[in-house]
């Protein structure tokens, strides 16, 4: 069965520090990987797409990484602002499933960034 | 920029109501997604149409039926509401000629059944 698990469940931060967000999956086919952010009470917005051959991408202040050979991510938040403040989700989209992209969802990691 | 618009943001029905939730988008993609978004476990796919009449069952279509009548429009039904249903309903588009076919999403209908 295809899994992600994302951790930690939630992380509260001071303004202006960095974090890191971790996510595991056993996707099969694996064929890309997306980090979205969540605002509370609003629909997921992409942040990265990475497909098999990639391992970095970034995004402004929001870096995310990829190691196809140990099914691992993580989304690295540099200075982080009050903004920040919301659910990251990690997303894997199997490769068989043509066009309409079948994916898997993690849980999410709430961040909250105070002063 | 993609714009993908729910009917409502909050809807309050009683158990045994059918239930209809309108998602439109407006970049002319062929794919469109219904999910429920429930504390701990994660969006989960309900329903997907890859072309106007068609359709496919998700994950969890027990309980729902859809509609797309045309390219824009895809809705949700829920024949007769539950309690169990009380949830946060996203809908999304893709577009199926541009890989890894991101997905939009709208801002979500929170759904309450009483």
């Known amino acids: 069965k295809n899994q992600v698990e994302q951790s930690p469940q939630s992380l509260i931060i001071l303004e202006g520090k960095n974090c890191t967000l971790q996510?595991?999956?056993?996707?099969?086919?694996?064929?890309?990987l997306r980090w979205y952010k969540q605002d509370t009470g609003r629909g997921p917005v992409s942040l990265t797409i990475?497909?098999?051959?990639?391992n970095t991408k970034s995004n402004g202040r929001y870096t995310a990484t990829l190691d196809a050979d140990t099914k691992q991510s993580s989304l690295h938040i540099t200075a982080s602002q009050l903004s920040d403040s919301a659910s990251y989700i990690c997303v894997v989209s199997a490769g068989n499933t043509g066009t309409a992209s079948k994916l898997t969802f993690g849980t999410g990691t709430r961040l909250q960034v105070t002063l | 920029d993609v714009k993908v618009t729910q009917s409502s943001r909050y809807l309050v029905k009683r158990t045994g109501e059918k239930v209809f939730l309108e998602c439109v988008q407006d970049m002319d993609h062929e794919n469109m997604f219904w999910y429920r978004q429930d504390p701990g476990l994660g969006l989960r796919l309900i329903y997907f149409s890859y072309d106007v009449k068609m359709k496919e069952k998700g994950d969890i279509p027990e309980g729902y039926s859809v509609s797309r009548e045309k390219k824009e429009r895809f809705s949700l039904i829920l024949e007769s509401a539950s309690t169990n249903q009380t949830s946060m309903y996203l809908c999304a588009s893709s577009f199926t000629g541009v890989y890894p076919y991101e997905q939009y999403f709208g801002p979500g209908t929170r759904l309450t059944v009483t």
């Open positions: 990475m497909t098999f051959s990639e």
């Open positions: 996510c595991n999956y056993t996707v099969s086919p694996f064929s890309n």
